[in-house]
């Protein structure tokens, strides 16, 4: 176990335990004993926010660590989902064959759309993405509607080596793996040159050049591999749903990412996966709080949630996470001092 934490998580296991230590092993036991503890709908929720925290894994490095920032998440998702959906009923692939073709139209895609703004950044970036964002929403709507009549593509549960994923445990499973996976593959790029390259092109893509690094290379990599998991989550949900629709890839869903990447910290892997699960969680947590004190949540108060989840935007984009930590430790140096 220790040599697995330290490998993957870059924890030492080296002399006392450390908090991170603790944390990953709290983590492991806990997603070890959640199908004991938890029941269909829990680890229903439990399997929609690790399959979010994928996405929002690729995004905090695409926008975070690499500083390109996109509004093209659920554009990318919807390239995923539509691809598996069409090659699985139209063509009769399987599983695996289908999500490894998606991961790849993720992959041109992301390339073609880095080429298509290699002279724009920031605000003009995520304009870009944004557009890229209505023109395959007006695609799958179109398809949706020509080769479903709107009911969406229906996907059966996959089936991975003769052994089919159909039951919540096993999506649970399967879901702790890929989220491993994912997490192992970034963390390892973060760690070498690769994520020296996209922090340099974050912070000043002038000396990046200077310093020999290609800017359109780094650029073209960081977008490609990024879109291809985002698109190859897109599509594993889709099996997960049993069901890809048009409706389902919006604007909303995007701004939820973007959401979770300012809430778990620009380019931090861990923060993406508890800010998923902090937004997975959130409808329920609310419908739970406001039926304590007699509230309907899906009447009156219908929609509440969305503006809790735009709160808590404005928040992290207003940095108040960082500032509350700061005054939290300001606080506590000064009663140490008195």
């Known amino acids: 176990m220790s040599s697995f934490l330290s490998t993957t998580f870059g924890i030492s296991a080296g002399g006392a335990p450390s908090y991170a230590r603790a944390a990953a092993l709290a983590a492991v036991v806990i997603a070890l004993a959640a199908p004991f503890g938890l ?20 995004l905090t490095v695409l926008s975070g660590a690499a500083g390109l920032p996109s509004l093209g998440t659920a554009a990318f998702m919807a390239i995923g989902a539509f691809s598996a959906g069409m090659l699985a009923t139209q063509a009769g692939l399987g599983f695996v064959p289908a999500v490894a073709l998606a991961l790849l139209l993720g992959f041109a895609a992301g390339a073609g759309v880095a080429l298509l703004t290699l002279r724009v950044s920031g605000l003009y970036l995520a304009v870009g993405t944004l557009a890229l964002q209505h023109v395959v929403q007006i695609v799958a709507t179109d398809l949706d509607l020509k080769l479903t009549y709107a009911s969406g593509f229906m996907l059966d549960s996959p089936v991975i080596g003769g052994f089919a994923v159909d039951t919540p445990v096993k999506w649970w499973a399967l879901t702790i793996v890929l989220m491993l996976a994912v997490y192992g593959l970034f963390a390892w790029l973060l760690r070498g040159h690769v994520g020296r390259e996209w922090a340099l092109l974050r912070v000043d893509p002038t000396a990046a050049s200077a310093l020999g690094v290609s800017t359109v290379r780094t650029r073209l990599a960081v977008f490609a591999l990024t879109s291809a998991v ?27 990412y973007l959401t979770v990447v300012a809430l778990g910290g ?9 800010a998923s699960y902090v937004v997975m969680v959130l409808p329920d947590a609310i419908a739970a709080a406001l039926a304590a004190f007699g509230a309907d949540a899906t009447t ?12 808590l935007l404005v928040g992290a984009l ?8 700061r005054a939290w430790k300001r606080g506590r140096a000064t009663r140490g001092e008195a």
């Open 230 to 256: 985002i698109a190859a989550s897109g599509a594993i949900d889709g099996y997960r749903l049993g069901n890809v629709q048009a409706t389902g890839y919006s604007l909303h869903l995007a701004i939820g």
């Open 266 to 274: 620009a380019g931090r892997l861990v923060g993406a996966i508890a």
């Open 39 to 58: 029941g269909g709908y829990g680890l229903y929720v439990a399997s929609s926010g690790g399959l979010m925290a994928i996405g929002a894994m690729a």
């Open 300 to 311: 009156r108060l219908a929609g509440i949630d969305n503006m809790v989840l735009g709160a």
């Open 318 to 325: 207003l940095d108040l996470p960082a500032r509350a930590r």
